[in-house]
């Protein structure tokens, strides 16, 4: 059975042990070990002010992370709705694609967006052939621009 969840404190071990099983699962697709710093990044992050704007899920099959999803509300003073939020990851572990798992993670992240006001979820999509066929599932969705990153 599918276990839907916000990601909390307590779960950090899971999620470390759920990111190093992804790196297993396809290597060549992850480029940084989720190491001790990550570790201790991820925990703090939980009494930092800087997320509380940070919407977080995982899926759990028997007691294991085998998915996970990540966003933000958008906040600036251009919106000063802050309707928008921005997601930033969905992953799910090879071994467990196609069992509805993200649907099931996207799914929820809508619900707790339009609880907290959000109308509009964006996202820079992966350019792989299974992350687009994914992304062109999504009901209610459409691709409009193309994302552009700025190193600062």
């Not at 992370?65 to 997601?87: E, F, K, N």
């Not at 006001?117 to 459409?142: D, H, M, P």
Request: hydrophobic content about 40%; glycine content about 2%; proline content about 1%.
């Amino acid at each position: 059975m599918l276990e839907l969840k916000t990601l909390e404190k307590e779960d950090v071990a899971r999620v470390i042990a759920f990111e190093k099983e992804l790196r297993s699962q396809e290597p060549d697709t992850y480029y940084w070990e989720p190491d001790e710093t990550y570790q201790r990044q991820l925990e703090k992050s939980f009494a930092d002010e800087r997320f509380n704007t940070a919407i977080s899920f995982l899926a759990i099959r028997n007691e294991k992370v085998i998915g996970r999803i990540d966003a933000s509300i958008l906040t600036s003073r251009s919106d000063a709705s802050c309707c928008s939020a921005y997601l930033d990851w969905i992953c799910v572990l090879k071994s467990e694609r196609h069992n509805q798992v993200a649907q099931a993670l996207l799914n929820r992240l809508k619900d707790a967006c339009k609880e907290r006001g959000v109308s509009v979820l964006i996202a820079l999509t992966a350019n792989n052939e299974e992350a687009q066929r994914f992304y062109k599932s999504i009901e209610n969705a459409s691709i409009h621009d193309t994302g552009i990153w700025i190193d600062l």
